[in-house]
C-alpha cells in the first residue's frame, strides 16, 4: 500500500493511505476507496471425505485449498462457485445446488497488496466422486481427505482453517 504515493487525479505526491480502506489526496479531492472483496469456497462433501485442491501458486503454493475465488461485479455467490468449479475444474454445476453455511473474514495477499476478503462458504455434497479437468496454472492436484485426517497447518488460508475447525466440530 506504501507504494502508491501519486495522486491520479492532480499528479501530486499528496495521496494519503489511513491503513484500512481509504486513499486520499490533501491536494484535491480524490478518494479511492479499498473494500473488502467478495469471494467463495466450496465445501465439496462426499461421506466422510472432502475435497481440496493443491495450490499452484502464490499465496500458499503447494497449501491444501477449498475450490473457490472472488466473485465478479453483478455475479451472485452462487452463480461465482459454478464459475469457479467449472474453471478450476472442469465441473457443470447449477448455482441452486449450492447451500451457504457461514463466512469468515480474510487476508489475500497479493503482488505486495493485502486485499482483504469475505469469504463465503458454501456446501456441495455428491454421491459418488468426480472426474476433474484442472486448471493447472491455478492448481496443481485434487484431493479427497477424510475429515479426521485433515492437517489444518496445512490449509493455506486462515479462514479456512477457522471455518473447517468449527464446522468439523
Same mark, same amino acid.
Request: hydrophobic share 35%; with cysteine.
Given at each position: 500500500?506504501?507504494?502508491?504515493?501519486? +495522486?491520479?487525479?492532480?499528479?501530486?505526491?499528496?495521496?494519503?493511505?489511513?491503513?484500512?480502506?481509504?486513499?486520499? +489526496?490533501?491536494?484535491?479531492?480524490?478518494?479511492?476507496?479499498?473494500?473488502? /472483496?467478495?469471494?467463495? /469456497?466450496?465445501?465439496?462433501?462426499?461421506?466422510?471425505?472432502?475435497?481440496?485442491?493443491?495450490?499452484?501458486?502464490? #499465496?500458499?503454493?503447494?497449501?491444501?485449498?477449498? #475450490?473457490?475465488?472472488?466473485?465478479? #461485479?453483478?455475479?451472485?455467490?452462487?452463480?461465482?462457485?459454478?464459475?469457479?468449479?467449472?474453471?478450476?475444474?472442469?465441473?457443470?454445476?447449477?448455482?441452486?445446488?449450492?447451500? %451457504?453455511?457461514?463466512?469468515?473474514?480474510?487476508? %489475500?495477499? %497479493?503482488?505486495?497488496?493485502? %486485499?482483504?476478503?469475505?469469504?463465503?462458504?458454501?456446501?456441495?455434497?455428491?454421491?459418488?466422486?468426480?472426474?476433474?479437468?484442472?486448471?493447472?496454472?491455478?492448481?496443481? /492436484?485434487?484431493?479427497?481427505?477424510?475429515?479426521?485426517?485433515?492437517?489444518?497447518?496445512?490449509? /493455506?488460508?486462515?479462514?479456512?482453517?477457522?471455518?473447517?475447525?468449527?464446522?468439523?466440530?
Amino acid at each position: 500500500m506504501e507504494n502508491l504515493r501519486f +495522486c491520479p487525479k492532480c499528479g501530486q505526491e499528496k495521496l494519503i493511505w489511513n491503513q484500512i480502506t481509504k486513499w486520499s +489526496c490533501s491536494n484535491c479531492d480524490f478518494v479511492l476507496f479499498h473494500n473488502t /472483496a467478495a469471494a467463495v /469456497a466450496v465445501i465439496i462433501k462426499h461421506q466422510d471425505e472432502l475435497f481440496f485442491t493443491v495450490r499452484n501458486q502464490e #499465496p500458499g503454493k503447494g497449501k491444501l485449498d477449498l #475450490p473457490g475465488g472472488f466473485t465478479d #461485479p453483478k455475479e451472485s455467490s452462487e452463480e461465482t462457485c459454478s464459475r469457479e468449479l467449472n474453471e478450476e475444474l472442469g465441473l457443470e454445476i447449477n448455482p441452486e445446488s449450492f447451500k %451457504y453455511l457461514g463466512s469468515q473474514p480474510n487476508v %489475500y495477499p %497479493y503482488k505486495n497488496i493485502d %486485499y482483504n476478503t469475505l469469504d463465503s462458504f458454501f456446501l456441495y455434497e455428491v454421491e459418488k466422486k468426480f472426474e476433474i479437468t484442472l486448471e493447472e496454472s491455478e492448481i496443481s /492436484a485434487g484431493i479427497w481427505i477424510k475429515e479426521s485426517e485433515i492437517d489444518f497447518e496445512q490449509i /493455506a488460508f486462515e479462514s479456512q482453517k477457522r471455518f473447517l475447525k468449527q464446522l468439523l466440530k
